[in-house]
């Protein structure tokens, strides 16, 4: 069997960072994609019967999936403990969507078995369990939560959908616009995103203005005001583009788009002061 090979790739330039943990933060596992099929298909060929969500899973189960991970990839031993700690994070968030797939499939998967399908249709028909989907869903619906018109569709696909019909690169806010307004009649899905809309366009008529003694209306990048002034990180996400930091950083470096790096710095810079809000608050 053909081996891959494991790699990282920096987000940030920064270094002096407090521990593994903390680097991870600025870290993804290359192949993305490759690593993300295979982590599913370990699912595939391990299922537990309490699983129907990752808490859930004992950690011995948990052991084994990532022993199955390292028949498909090798890496440097030196960096072992971050692959690990990567692997952790990308696993629970495949975890997540795999399991959502498999509660709204209309008929069982081929490698669920009869047992672990009762099983897990038995919790996910408990009124607790139905009483928490249905308090998401109006959370949701109320703002609590980034409610936006993508479906299952991820933002940055949308972002690189987008890029083909304008044959640009879309600004963060013409991707807010995409996601977060009702193509029917133009109406916003909540009062968050209509406010950070009306904020954005504000702004922007600002910082046009001519300078004093000149007709010329200044020039502005849509893009900074987005992240600088509109855009609020919330867990390391920032809301109205919907990439998780770490992740936009990658599309950005990826792309090679130099004043992207820019900004890049600006999300890392507010994550910083989120991650350091909570600390004080956890203290």
Avoid at 17 to 34: G, Q
Avoid at 93 to 110: E, L, S, V
Avoid at 231 to 254: P, Q
Wanted: hydrophobic content about 30%.
């Amino acid at each position: 069997m053909e081996f891959g090979e494991i790699q990282l790739h920096h987000l940030s330039p920064w270094t002096g960072f407090k521990s593994e943990v903390h680097e991870a933060n600025y870290l993804v596992l290359l192949p993305h994609e490759k690593c993300s099929r295979m982590i599913t298909k370990t699912f595939e060929q391990r299922l537990h019967k309490d699983g129907y969500n990752w808490k859930n899973i004992p950690q011995n189960t948990k052991d084994l999936y990532f022993e199955d991970f390292q028949k498909y990839f090798r890496w440097d031993q030196k960096i072992s403990g971050i692959v690990k700690i990567l692997w952790e994070k990308q696993t629970a968030i495949r975890y997540k969507n795999f399991i959502w797939t498999i509660k709204n499939a209309k008929q069982k998967p081929a490698y669920v078995s009869d047992d672990i399908w009762k099983a897990w249709n038995d919790e996910f028909n408990k009124p607790e369990y139905i009483a928490r989907a249905g308090q998401n869903k109006l959370n949701r619906q109320a703002g609590e939560l980034a409610t936006h018109t993508g479906r299952s569709i991820t933002h940055s696909s949308h972002a690189k959908r987008m890029e083909q019909s304008l044959e640009k690169k879309p600004t963060y806010y013409e991707l807010f616009i995409r996601n977060h307004s009702k193509r029917s009649d133009d109406l916003f899905v909540n009062e968050k995103a209509k406010a950070l809309n009306d904020d954005f366009i504000r702004l922007r008529e600002e910082k046009s203005q001519p300078e004093e003694g000149s007709f010329e209306p200044r020039p502005i990048d849509d893009n900074e005001i987005f992240v600088k002034n509109v855009g609020r990180v919330k867990k390391s996400r920032l809301y109205g583009i919907g990439f998780e930091i770490s992740t936009y950083c990658s599309i950005a470096s990826f792309s090679g788009t130099s004043p992207a790096t820019g900004h890049c710095h600006v999300l890392e810079d507010k994550l910083l002061l989120v991650q350091e809000e909570n600390k004080l608050l956890r203290d």
